[in-house]
């Protein structure tokens, strides 16, 4: 499924957790996520309200934590890491790493050594696994996102009055390279798990995917703006996979070894071609031969047109633009027996990397079918 956000109004983790509970995400699979933590002292509800009018749901966490305690990054990391299913586990320790990596990075401290405040506190815990455990729910596999709202003004902390957006918020937003606007209002409208949430999804920025819109959910903000919906706007729908725009080169040789032409292969993936092949054919006077193939981006063809006419030794090619649809995807990890398999995911199917599993029969002293069977 592809997700696409629209934070008119900004996003912070419970207004993207209330918007993905509004599309229908299971309320049940995030508390089970979160309680998977062990962390304690907290209850988390989907409550409908409005904002402007429009109804919404808000993400509501009540603790009982002290707002005292304080964690450091590394027991954050640890209680994240034990959410459940591990793809949500993964997803919000990247978010707290993204935290964790700014935070150190602003007060010129190593991420081992850092305090962590507001950012340390069961609300960050629920926030990062509660929206990773959300996304898994729905099966998102893709995130797009308009621009950020970004707010103006100060805003109050631990540390005392900072900017809006807030050093690790404008931190994390120029690591994702991401478009802002203004909002228009006083106060925080990005907040830093939020925009660490982006990041660790994969979020990608532009306008709205061509898609087929099934479900559209909206999150609340937790407090009501004057003349504007406090709401994150969320649209979700099959995700059909992209069309890209690629370039295939070719060139026939008839003087090339076969021990080039294996070697060919590699060297064109290496510079960047996204694939590589060979066809043999007859040339003229009944010559046998081969045409050497290169799929690759735009910004990739001159480096692997140079290795291609350089190692073939030929006096030219042909260019052809070509369209590919590329289908969602994604990469988990299975274990055996202490060694780790990465496993290739798509709509129909899932497939394990070839060089992995060569790996892990040669040192468990195996066949490549029974370790296939064992990561299947």
């Given at each position: 499924?592809?997700?696409?956000?629209?934070?008119?109004?900004?996003?912070?983790?419970?207004?993207?957790?209330?918007?993905?509970?509004?599309?229908?995400?299971?309320?049940?699979?995030?508390?089970?996520a979160v309680r998977a933590t062990g962390v304690e002292g907290w209850r988390l509800d989907a409550v409908a309200t409005t904002r402007a009018?429009?109804?919404?749901?808000?993400?509501?966490?009540?603790?009982?934590?002290?707002?005292?305690?304080e964690r450091t990054a590394r027991e954050l990391f640890d209680l994240v890491g034990r959410a459940q299913p591990a793809p949500v586990a993964a997803l919000a320790t990247r978010?707290?790493?993204?935290?964790?990596?700014?935070?150190?990075?602003?007060?010129?401290?190593?991420?081992?050594?850092?305090?962590?405040?507001?950012?340390?506190?069961?609300?960050?815990?629920?926030?990062?696994?509660?929206?990773?455990?959300?996304?898994?729910?729905?099966?998102?596999?893709?995130?797009r996102c308009g621009p950020l709202a970004l707010g103006a003004g100060t805003v109050h902390t631990q540390h005392g009055v900072l900017p809006v957006p807030a050093p690790a918020t404008a931190a994390l937003i120029a690591r994702m390279q991401a478009p802002v606007v203004p909002a228009g209002v006083d106060g925080e409208t990005v907040t830093p798990t939020g925009a660490a949430?982006?990041?660790?999804?994969?979020?990608?920025?532009g306008p709205v995917p061509a898609m087929t819109v099934h479900t559209v959910g909206y999150g609340a903000g937790?407090?009501?703006?004057?003349?504007?919906?406090?709401?994150?706007?969320?649209?979700?729908?099959?995700?059909?996979?992209?069309?890209?725009?690629?370039?295939?080169?070719?060139?026939?040789?008839?003087?090339?070894?076969?021990?080039?032409?294996g070697y060919l292969i590699a060297r064109?993936?290496?510079?960047?071609?996204?694939?590589?092949?060979?066809?043999?054919?007859?040339?003229?006077?009944?010559?046998p031969a081969h045409i050497v193939h290169a799929l690759t981006t735009p910004d990739c063809a001159a480096a692997v047109e140079s290795v291609l006419l350089?190692?073939?030794?030929?006096?030219?090619?042909?260019?052809?633009?070509?369209?590919?649809?590329?289908?969602p995807r994604h990469t988990s990890t299975v274990e055996i027996?202490?060694?780790?398999?990465?496993?290739?995911?798509?709509?129909?199917?899932?497939?394990?990397?070839?060089?992995?599993?060569?790996?892990?029969?040669?040192?468990?002293?195996t066949t490549l079918r029974e370790v296939l069977r064992r990561v299947r």
């Open positions: 499924m592809i997700l696409w956000l629209n934070p008119v109004s900004g996003i912070s983790g419970d207004m993207f957790l209330g918007a993905l509970l509004g599309l229908g995400a299971s309320l049940d699979a995030v508390r089970d009018g429009l109804r919404a749901i808000q993400a509501v966490v009540t603790s009982t934590e002290d707002s005292s305690v978010a707290v790493a993204a935290l964790g990596e700014v935070e150190a990075s602003l007060h010129g401290v190593p991420v081992s050594e850092l305090h962590l405040h507001e950012l340390g506190s069961v609300d960050t815990v629920v926030d990062t696994v509660g929206v990773a455990a959300a996304l898994h729910s729905l099966g998102v596999t893709r995130v949430l982006l990041l660790a999804a994969g979020a990608q920025f937790s407090r009501e703006v004057d003349g504007r919906a406090n709401v994150l706007q969320a649209l979700l729908g099959p995700d059909q996979g992209r069309i890209e725009t690629l370039i295939q080169l070719e060139t026939n040789v008839d003087d090339v070894t076969g021990e080039l032409l064109l993936i290496a510079e960047g071609a996204a694939d590589a092949w060979i066809t043999p054919v007859v040339m003229k006077k009944g010559r350089a190692e073939t030794g030929s006096l030219g090619l042909r260019r052809l633009s070509v369209e590919r649809l590329a289908l027996e202490g060694h780790p398999v990465r496993v290739k995911h798509g709509p129909w199917g899932a497939k394990p990397e070839y060089e992995d599993v060569v790996r892990v029969a040669a040192a468990l002293g």
